[in-house]
């Protein structure tokens, strides 16, 4: 069975600084694995997926994810907040077998301080 | 290229009321996807549907049916509500999730009331 822990429900940081939001994931295959973004009262943004071919993955808005696999890690990073990223952050897996079903995580909310 | 389109975006009903949501997928996209997001269980996933044809289905009780039409739009359908299926529900397209590495777009959801 495949599942994902978002090790922190909340992050807070102050504009410019460093983000991290950290992702473990447990599958018994090679796994796809994806960070949605969730604005309030909208639905989900792909900020990035792996999907094997390289464990540094860059996505939009200058986010990036590393899959460690003696980890089982995903963690997804970002060197300098922005105020725009407050939002709600989901680590997501899919498998094979499982069509079109994406396993998601508790989320972390990102809170960016001025 | 438009996204994926949800109709109505805000829904109220009474207990024992049925509900049906539509999704409209990316021009494309053959394969749909429903989830309901609470604050309780958070984002879980409902069923998929792809030509037509259910091919995944989730852990809900039978109340939640759902329906795809030969343009790929798919419709999703409640009864006999329950004040616990208050929630945000979700649909995705995709082109066809049959491998593992293709990627859901979603839609703004449907906020469902249910008083």
């Known amino acids: 069975a495949q599942s994902v822990t978002q090790l922190d429900s909340h992050v807070s940081v102050s504009e410019g600084t460093p983000v991290l939001l950290r992702c473990n994931y447990s599958?018994?295959?090679?796994?796809?694995l994806f960070w949605y973004v969730q604005h309030p009262n909208k639905g989900l943004q792909l900020l990035l997926k792996?999907?094997?071919?390289?464990?540094l993955v860059k996505g939009i808005n200058g986010f990036e994810a590393e899959f460690k696999k003696s980890e089982t890690s995903f963690h997804l990073t970002k060197p300098s907040a922005h105020m725009s990223d407050a939002a709600e952050y989901f680590c997501?897996?899919?498998?094979?077998?499982?069509?079109?079903?994406?396993?998601f995580g508790q989320g972390t909310t990102l809170q960016v301080k001025p | 290229k438009a996204g994926v389109t949800q109709t109505p975006r805000y829904l109220i009903k009474t207990r024992g009321q049925q509900v049906t949501l539509s999704c409209s997928p990316i021009?494309?996209?053959?394969?749909v996807s429903w989830y309901q997001q609470t604050p309780g269980q958070g984002l879980q996933f409902l069923f998929e549907?792809?030509?037509?044809?259910?091919?995944n289905k989730g852990n809900f009780p039978g109340r939640f049916s759902g329906r795809q039409f030969s343009n790929s739009r798919s419709e999703m359908n409640v009864s006999t509500l329950e004040l616990g299926d208050s929630a945000l529900y979700l649909c995705?397209?995709?082109?066809?999730?049959?491998?593992?590495?293709?990627?859901?777009?979603f839609g703004p959801g449907t906020r469902l009331t249910v008083l």
């Open positions: 549907y792809f030509s037509e044809t259910q091919r």
């Open positions: 995705a397209s995709s082109l066809d999730p049959s491998g593992p590495t293709d990627t859901q777009y």
């Open positions: 599958s018994s295959y090679s796994p796809s």
């Open positions: 792996y999907t094997s071919a390289a464990t």
């Open positions: 997501v897996v899919s498998g094979s077998g499982n069509t079109g079903k994406l396993i």
């Open positions: 021009s494309g996209h053959r394969s």
